[in-house]
């Protein structure tokens, strides 16, 4: 499972598990959401085996970008020991409506969950967030960045929570040390998930990856007013207390 924010690099990281020969991983099935409608467990795994097969043959397309790695195994299973469903911040905005969500889900899966949390400087994530409605890009406003803020700040209470909370095994690493350190950051994330990978694999991710990571921040003259208010809101957050705008 993951939990999270809007364009903050939960893609990049299903599709790399999904890219694993014991792993599967559809983006955006919204399991959470969905699994009520499946009296049996081995119609709701079909359904995201299905999914990330479809997916990985055409792309795994995700606001114009492909997270496809076609030199691995995406889309495809050898041995299934990890299965999951990529919705971030959709599963936030579920667990802010009910807290417990989770429980009931675990209570029909009848499997351990691990759950995912990447995050990313907020202000990239906020910036980028009010650059696109409706899946456009549309210019970003003071009032889009204030409407961003607020969605994110919601989710990183309800995240901060959940982890403080200390009902579920969850993982939280940053999209920047991802693309800065792929290697360790990789590592880190498979043994989380008692999955092994050789070099090749670590290879083979890493040369796709982006060879810095995108400050979206710098496309939108932010004012000392609303870097004041992030960082009053957000950045007091201990999962987001490493991060500035600077």
């Known amino acids: 499972m993951f939990i999270g924010y809007p364009r903050s690099g939960h893609s990049l990281v299903g599709s790399i598990i999904d890219a694993h020969p014991n792993a599967c991983i559809s983006h955006e099935l919204d399991a959470l959401a969905v699994y009520k409608q499946y009296t049996h467990t081995t119609d709701f795994f079909k359904k995201i085996q299905d999914l990330s097969a479809i ?4 792309g795994r397309i ?62 990239d994530i906020i910036t980028t967030k009010a650059g696109y409605k409706d899946l456009k890009n549309v210019p970003v406003t003071a009032n889009s960045i204030a409407e961003s803020s607020a969605v994110i700040y919601a989710e990183a209470r309800m995240n901060q929570q959940l982890i403080d909370a200390g009902l ?10 991802l693309v800065e350190n792929p290697e360790t950051s990789l590592q880190k994330l498979f043994d989380f998930l008692d999955l092994e990978i050789n070099t090749s694999f670590i290879q083979q991710i890493s040369k796709n990856l982006f060879g810095q990571v995108n400050q979206s921040r710098k496309k939108y003259a932010w ?11 957000i950045i007091q957050l201990p999962i987001f207390s490493n991060y500035s705008y600077e």
Not at 99 to 121: E, M
Not at 168 to 177: G, K, P, R, V
Request: charged content about 20%; glycine content about 6%; overall charge positive.
């Open 168 to 177: 579920n095994n969850i993982y939280s690493f940053s999209h920047e040390s």
């Open 55 to 58: 997916q990985a043959k055409n």
């Open 223 to 233: 004012s000392a007013a609303e870097i004041r208010q992030v960082n009053d809101s």
């Open 62 to 123: 995700s606001y114009g970008y492909s997270y496809r790695f076609d030199s691995l195994s995406s889309g495809k299973t050898e041995h299934l020991q990890v299965i999951g469903d990529k919705k971030g911040s959709g599963t936030t905005q579920q667990l802010i409506k009910d807290f417990h969500a989770l429980k009931a889900f675990s209570d029909f899966v009848q499997l351990p969950l691990k759950i995912i949390h990447v995050t990313r400087n907020p202000f």
